[in-house]
């Protein structure tokens, strides 16, 4: 079997745990955010293309090193025989096994999820379900609008919900000025996690990489403003799980 991955790090340390992981980044991914910083993995390129046997070998190869295997992109959700096969052998393995997602699949999730693949799922919680939603991910195509697209993430957070004791869940969103910043999005975005037993990190926009160029004119937001949405959010919902990455 093959498939589209453009990169894998054999033994890397990831931001989340001091253990060492084995990251593979798939390629291909179906939103277009403005600022992306991995764009050169949005498209499947025939140069991409790998056997996973071979990768197969290389996680083998490291599973005395490391903890356990991410899978990230791009997104992963799009080539689903691919990660069935690698997880399982993951599995197989006893390694830890961590999912980077949009969220925009949850019938690749949860086949994930009920074969009991999964360690930890860590889902881009990209903004509310409003215009916003379309003006970061740019992800709506002739055959399938915002609506549907955010259906589909809705579908995903219920998902998430139903296995959050088996599964560890993480939320990342990226706060970008101009974009992302209002508390009271925030706090829309706090309303549909709350019931999920996970934890939500914010993180600071950075425009070093970015796939639309004109975002490289947006500064980083502050600390204090960062700090400044987690006060009113924890005033809101005390029990909140939310920290500034
Ligand atoms: S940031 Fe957006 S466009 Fe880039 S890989 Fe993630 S979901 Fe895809």
Avoid at 57 to 82: H, M, S, W, Y
Avoid at 225 to 241: Q, V
Wanted: glycine share 4%; hydrophobic share 40%; aromatic share 8%.
């Amino acid at each position: 079997m093959q498939a589209f991955i453009s990169e894998i790090v054999p033994a890397g340390s990831v931001d989340f745990s001091k253990d060492l992981f084995m990251k593979i980044y798939f390629s291909g991914c179906d939103f277009k955010c403005s600022y992306c910083n991995t764009p050169d993995l949005l498209e499947t390129k025939f140069d991409h293309v790998v056997e996973l046997k071979d990768i197969k070998k290389e996680i083998e190869r490291q599973a005395g090193t490391v903890k356990g295997v991410l899978i990230t992109g791009g997104e992963p959700c799009f080539q689903r025989q691919a990660l069935l096969n690698l997880l399982t052998h993951c599995k197989s393995l006893k390694l830890d096994t961590i999912i980077h997602t949009n969220g925009s699949k949850p019938d690749v999730l949860k086949s994930l999820l009920k074969n009991e693949l999964l360690t930890q799922v860590i889902m881009d919680f990209k903004s509310p379900f409003t215009k916003t939603f379309e003006k970061i991910t740019k992800s709506q195509t002739f055959f399938k609008p915002t609506n549907d697209i955010m259906k589909d993430l809705l579908e995903t957070l219920k998902l998430l919900r139903q296995y959050d004791e088996k599964t560890k869940i993480l939320f990342r969103t990226t706060v970008v000025p101009g974009l992302l910043f209002r508390k009271e999005d925030f706090l829309e975005m706090a309303k549909e996690i709350e019931s999920i037993l996970c934890s939500w990190e914010l993180k600071a926009f950075s425009n070093s990489v970015v796939l639309d160029k004109q975002m490289r004119n947006i500064t980083r937001p502050t600390q204090t403003f960062l700090e400044n949405i987690i006060t009113y959010l924890k005033k809101e919902i005390p029990n909140l799980n939310v920290k500034i990455v």
